[in-house]
């Protein structure tokens, strides 16, 4: 089994290999890690999760081996939009103008956990979201896998680059004026855009006052 095609491969394929024992969570985030190091200069992420990772995934390891309940995406890798809140890390906005961390995670990135999903980094966008396109004087520019020299969209850019390259399975991202959509069509991707109020945005009041859904 080549594990590099496992982590390009969907959340199914990933689920079902990681509920069939044919690998363990830590063998999949541990991949999934080299291949986002080796991915560097696409410019997806602003910030890498390592141990944190390694850490949750090896609880998932230890909670599949305990006979317990698993969640549907339990030990599945998954990134993060750098406007929702991970625990401990800075929410930037693509921003160096934020600079404390998070207490708690937002509630779509604690169901995503409950869900048994492994939190592997927080990935770029364009400052506080403005533009259909990823790059920022903090964090440079986040370029489309399948041509560098080109956008992957905003400003869900750097969720949407990292799928398309096969970096991780899935992403979340937000939009209110085209900010899934955008990056998707641009990176040939599936993006889901749902209705205001489907997926949770606490701690946040709104998104985009009231324009913005995450998805």
């Given at each position: 089994?080549?594990?590099?095609?496992?982590?390009?491969?969907?959340?199914?394929?990933?689920?079902?290999?990681?509920?069939?024992?044919?690998?363990?969570?830590?063998?999949?985030?541990?991949?999934?890690?080299?291949g986002i190091?080796?991915?560097?200069?696409?410019?997806?992420?602003?910030?890498?999760?390592?141990?944190?990772?390694?850490?949750?995934?090896?609880?998932?390891?230890?909670?599949r081996a305990a006979g317990g309940p698993v969640g549907p995406l339990h030990g599945v890798p998954i990134a993060v939009k750098d406007e929702f809140d991970v625990a401990g890390v800075v929410t930037s906005?693509?921003?160096?103008?934020?600079?404390?961390?998070?207490?708690?995670?937002?509630?779509?990135?604690?169901?995503?956990?409950?869900a048994g999903a492994v939190i592997v980094g927080k990935t770029a966008m364009p400052e506080f979201g403005q533009w259909p396109?990823?790059?920022?004087?903090?964090?440079?520019?986040?370029?489309?896998?399948?041509d560098p020299s080109r956008s992957p969209g905003g400003s869900?850019?750097?969720?949407?680059?990292?799928?398309?390259?096969?970096?991780?399975?899935a992403a979340l991202g937000g939009d209110g004026g085209g900010a899934i959509?955008?990056?998707?069509?641009?990176?040939?991707l599936f993006g889901l855009k749902p209705q205001r109020g489907r997926v949770p945005i606490a701690p946040n009041e709104h998104l985009w006052w009231a324009l913005g859904v995450a998805g």
């Open positions: 089994m080549d594990l590099q095609e496992v982590v390009s491969s969907g959340v199914l394929e990933q689920r079902e290999l990681l509920a069939q024992g044919a690998l363990s969570a830590e063998q999949l985030v541990e991949a999934t890690l080299d190091d080796a991915a560097a200069d696409l410019g997806a992420f602003t910030r890498v999760l390592r141990e944190e990772a390694r850490a949750e995934a090896v609880e998932r390891d230890r909670a906005f693509g921003t160096r103008a934020n600079a404390t961390p998070a207490v708690v995670d937002a509630e779509a990135v604690r169901r995503l956990r409950a396109f990823t790059e920022s004087s903090t964090f440079g520019m986040a370029r489309n896998p399948w869900s850019g750097g969720s949407a680059a990292a799928v398309a390259a096969g970096l991780v399975p959509r955008i990056p998707s069509a641009c990176c040939g």
